[in-house]
């Protein structure tokens, strides 16, 4: 802008050259607030359901989307838990011999490889969400929970392709394991997992933003949790310690999976021990990061 036209505009006579009737509205700024005001829990809540469209329109535009730009495209996700389970069962199957004393350990690893990863994924992609999703976060005021919620759905779906490759496998595979009316709990331990997966993508978004080095962290613990859980192994066989099987017992990965497999490969309803756990976790869990993750919700704006 130049310095006639600077003087033109302060002296409040229009400098494009327009109509003068243009009005200018005065705002007072009582009526401004921050993008990013942490709104009281009961309203942030109500906020979040409002927005439940855009949460679930980004979801589905994201999903099936991670292997974009290759040549097998969307089979990768189908691929991949498969490729991983071939490996495992060379390595600890035939090598170290962990199946020993486990009924179809194909379908048993396939359970494993296909239903954790979703889980160390919530936390070690769920952790990026607000980073990713910073420009929209400052460009637009809506409720920041929006994101790892949208990351929760967008991974459930994501899910669902290697799950259907899964059991045609497992029927096909021997020592089949054919189709019952159990297989219909699968969708109760599916929604207990993603109740899960959302309440630790919540609190690993929230520690990541406020320590950035827990990016490369998480792969680590997530790994280790990975190995601590039975996927290609019956801990029972190597763990005696009392206290050691409680832990394993309490651990809700270990749960979601030997959950998975009575109800696909040994056709039998887990223990309500089991139900009970589950759920105390995947509530708990969701419950106490939602409110730890609303805490914050006026940091997640600000550059690190």
Known sequence: MSRASWASWSDGQPFWGGSSEVSVSVVELSELYPVGRRPPLVAYIRQLWQRRHFIWADARAKALGSQRGTFLGNAWLIAKPMLDAIVYFLVFGLLLQTSRGIDNFIGYLIIGVTFFPPLQRAVTGGSQV???????????????????????????????????????????????????????????????QVLLS????????????????????????????????????????????????????????????????????????????????????????TAVSFVFFWEKEEAYGVER
Do not use: K
């Open 198 to 285: 959302l309440g630790l993508t919540l609190a690993a978004s929230r520690i990541t933003t406020t320590i950035p080095d827990m990016r490369n962290i998480w792969p680590f613990l997530t790994q280790f949790w990975f190995y601590a859980s039975g996927v290609f192994f019956s801990y029972e066989r190597f763990i005696n310690h009392p206290v050691m099987l409680r832990a394993m017992d309490l651990n809700p990965g270990y749960l979601i999976i030997t959950m998975y497999r009575d109800v696909i490969l040994y056709q039998r309803v887990p223990q309500p021990r089991m139900w009970l756990i589950l759920s105390a976790w995947s509530l708990g869990l």
């Open 130 to 192: 607000i980073v990713t999703g910073r420009n929209l976060i400052r460009g637009f005021s809506f409720p920041r929970a929006a994101l790892p919620a949208s990351y929760t759905i967008r991974s459930a779906i994501d899910l669902v392709p290697p799950m259907i490759a899964l059991l045609v496998l497992v029927v096909v595979l021997p020592p089949h394991a054919w189709p019952s009316w159990h297989w219909v709990l699968i969708v109760p331990v599916l929604a207990l």
